[in-house]
């Protein structure tokens, strides 16, 4: 786990190399090879925890969803009003994502056209669970008297449809250039949708 | 044009015959041979019109655009209310691009592969040139007095990054695999926009 004190475990060591081995050579060019010499051990032992450079590339974005979600819930869980902390979540889905993957942008269409078809399924998951977090804020909003909805979850999945356009899967890696652009484009929708949640 | 009772001209036979060819072959396995076969034209003439197969495929989607604009700016001058358009606008958006694909969602993954760099262009002019139809709209209702925005080309602007998931660019073949569900979404993310757009 980044930015933890834990010592890491060779799965975690065999992630983060992938990291920045992706950023290095790109998805296509990186070997089970690299990434055992990165880590500074066997081939074998990369196998011990991963069947497949595709699962282990799976399994680095897996990792990034993980810790947007801890974002996500830190943030739902803090003592902010409801506006706040949703106004934040909303912009932090598509910030933190940018920032994950912004060192490898270039291989990232690479990457992604490589993983499209495993990904899908993976993808309506983590936006599953993402809807879960921010069904917590809307229902509070909702018992507060502040947001005029009607389903939490409905309507979570509807912010999540209104800010995706703004995530790299759909973005190409020339669009993903301008980091301030792409902030500023998820401040305004969230500013629009807050405007439109909020009880007049 | 479809749907016109005038007699197409041999450019227009060809990005006819292409759509219908993108549907029965895809993109990849597509020829100028067919292409000519299709129109009852000899190869040479296909090219008095096009240079290569790239350049119909890149105006087949220009046509695409240029029926979807005149849509919009036949609801933008309609006689409805600046939110009966402005919502209609943002559906039609959606909706009309998904049934001008809907019948080679299979292959169209394989043709945005191909076309990626050049189309990227491409799609920045087509979204300003649909920021300009909403524009025109939002500052109608700005000066009625039942929209409240600042600059009307700026919010079209946000209008169109809320609803540009939901477009084929972004979703997959399988994610475009149904209507119904594309449309109730691009509805939700309108009223919820119309929403925050109102004065209350």
Chains 1, 2 share one sequence.
């Not at 009003?81 to 889905?93: D, G, N, Q």
């Not at 060192?103 to 936006?127: I, M």
């Not at 980091?179 to 007049?200: F, M, P, T, V, W």
């Amino acid at each position: 786990m980044k930015g933890s004190a834990q010592p890491k475990t060779t799965r975690e060591a065999i992630l983060d190399a992938t990291d920045r081995l992706l950023s290095r050579y790109g998805y296509k060019k990186m070997t089970i090879d690299d990434l055992a010499r990165e880590v500074g051990i066997g081939k074998g032992s990369v196998y011990l925890h991963f069947t497949s450079k595709e699962e282990i590339a799976l399994s680095h974005i897996d990792g990034i969803i993980e810790r947007l979600k801890k974002k996500l819930f830190a943030i739902a869980e803090s003592k902010a009003s409801c506006e706040t902390r949703l106004r934040k979540m909303l912009i932090e889905r598509v910030v933190f994502r940018f920032d994950s993957v912004q060192h490898y942008t270039q291989s990232l269409n690479e990457l992604l056209a490589h993983l499209r078809s495993r990904l899908l399924d993976r993808r309506k998951r983590y936006f599953e669970e993402e809807a879960q977090l921010f069904a917590k804020v809307l229902a509070d909003g909702k018992r507060q008297g502040i947001f005029s909805l009607k389903d939490p979850l409905e309507t979570a999945r509807i912010l999540l449809d209104a800010t995706n356009s703004l995530l790299p899967y759909s973005l190409s890696a020339y669009e993903l250039g301008d980091r301030k652009e792409i902030e500023k484009k998820s401040q305004r929708i969230a500013d629009l949708i807050l405007n439109g949640l909020l009880k007049h």
